[in-house]
T-cell receptor, first 115, second 117 residues
Framework: DADVTQTPRNRITKTGKRIMLECSQT?????MYWYRQDPGLGLRLIYY???????NKGEISDGYSVSRQAQAKFSLSLESAIPNQTALYFC??????????????FGPGTRLTVL | AQSVTQLDSHVSVSEGTPVLLRCNYS??????LFWYVQHPNKGLQLLLK??????LVKGINGFEAEFKKSETSFHLTKPSAHMSDAAEYFC???????????????FGQGTILTVHP
């Protein structure tokens, strides 16, 4: 079984709809992240969480919200989807602590299309 | 603040010839550096990582990268390209402890590698 899973894998929705993307991990990592990938822009950080009670905005958080339900679960919501949120979304995890090297482990991605 | 610049958006090589993907970085604190690969319609896989232990880092599938602090570079190389190497490659920096970027990754824009028979 995959260590980091994302559901759904593909989603097509309409402008104005509320969408939730879910991420679960079995790696036991404290830190979780949400990114979006757009062609030619690499991956950009939306939100990150260093533990269950710690949630922080990334570089492109506008229009998104997150919930860390447990150590293993981190959900990303689009309250009112718009077409420029069409992208590939990745969840990632990493261990915590200052002695680590911040390597992140990625889920398979969710392809979201907003019409 | 930290940033990454991948100097080529596309690189095309013939099978069996060397691969060079160029990456320059900027970081205020001693960074960790990574190369990730993304095959078509797949997630991201870690190729290799630099964590200050050695400047020449060996990764999977015959790839390696050299950390050059004086040039702020972390170029990815492979002596002989294989058809299966065709993918998009991302150079990534993570800030060191003490900096505001600690624990967060900053991605380059990506380099698409094409391998011709």
């Amino acid at each position: 079984d995959a260590d980091v899973t994302q559901t759904p894998r593909n989603r097509i929705t309409k402008t104005g709809k509320r969408i939730m993307l879910e991420c679960s991990q079995t790696k036991g990592h404290d830190r979780m992240y949400w990114y979006r990938q757009d062609p030619g822009l690499g991956l950009r950080l939306i939100y990150y969480s260093f533990d269950v009670k710690d949630i922080n905005k990334g570089e492109i958080s506008d229009g998104y919200s997150v919930s860390r339900q447990a150590q293993a679960k981190f959900s990303l919501s689009l309250e009112s989807a718009i077409p420029n949120q069409t992208a590939l979304y990745f969840c990632a995890t990493s261990v915590g602590g200052t002695g680590t090297y911040n390597e992140q482990f990625f889920g398979p991605g969710t392809r979201l299309t907003v019409l | 603040a930290q940033s990454v610049t991948q100097l080529d958006s596309h690189v095309s090589v013939s099978e069996g010839t060397p691969v060079l993907l160029r990456c320059n970085y900027s970081s205020s604190y001693s960074p960790s550096l990574f190369w990730y690969v993304q095959h078509p319609n797949k997630g991201l896989q870690l190729l290799l990582k630099y964590t200050s232990a050695a400047t020449l880092v060996k990764g999977i599938n015959g790839f390696e990268a050299e950390f050059k602090k004086s040039e702020t570079s972390f170029h990815l190389t492979k002596p002989s390209a294989h058809m299966s190497d065709a993918a998009e490659y991302f150079c990534v920096v993570s800030g060191g402890a003490g900096g505001t970027s600690y624990g967060k990754l900053t991605f380059g824009q990506g380099t698409i590698l094409t391998v011709h028979p």
